[in-house]
């Protein structure tokens, strides 16, 4: 089975506001505000290559650098 981080993202409900909030602080600086492309590519259209987790592990592993490893807590 996944690892218990995953098992627990994939648990939670979406947040748009909190969700906001750390794109803003962590992913906005490379994805862009709009997340429509910087120094990272455009996120619009993630979803239809890329699913809940590959995503995960693609935000959580660090292995596609410059991208940083991030775990965001659930708090
Ligand atoms: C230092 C710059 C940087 C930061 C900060 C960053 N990313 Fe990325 N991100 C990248 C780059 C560069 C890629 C392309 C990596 C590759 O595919 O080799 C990428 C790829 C991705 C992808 C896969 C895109 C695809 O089309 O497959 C996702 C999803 C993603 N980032 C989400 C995030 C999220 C969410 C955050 C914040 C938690 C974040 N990134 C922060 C640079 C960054």
Known sequence: MFEPYVQ???????????????????????HGLQADGSVG???????RHKFKIKLIHQVTSGKTP??????P???
């Open 8 to 30: 627990e993202v994939l648990s939670l409900k979406g947040d748009m506001n909190k969700g906001r909030a750390i794109f803003k602080t962590n992913c906005a600086e490379c």
């Open 41 to 47: 590519p455009s996120l619009h259209q993630v979803h």
């Open 66 to 71: 410059p991208m940083p490893k991030f775990k």
């Open 73 to 75: 807590s659930f708090q």
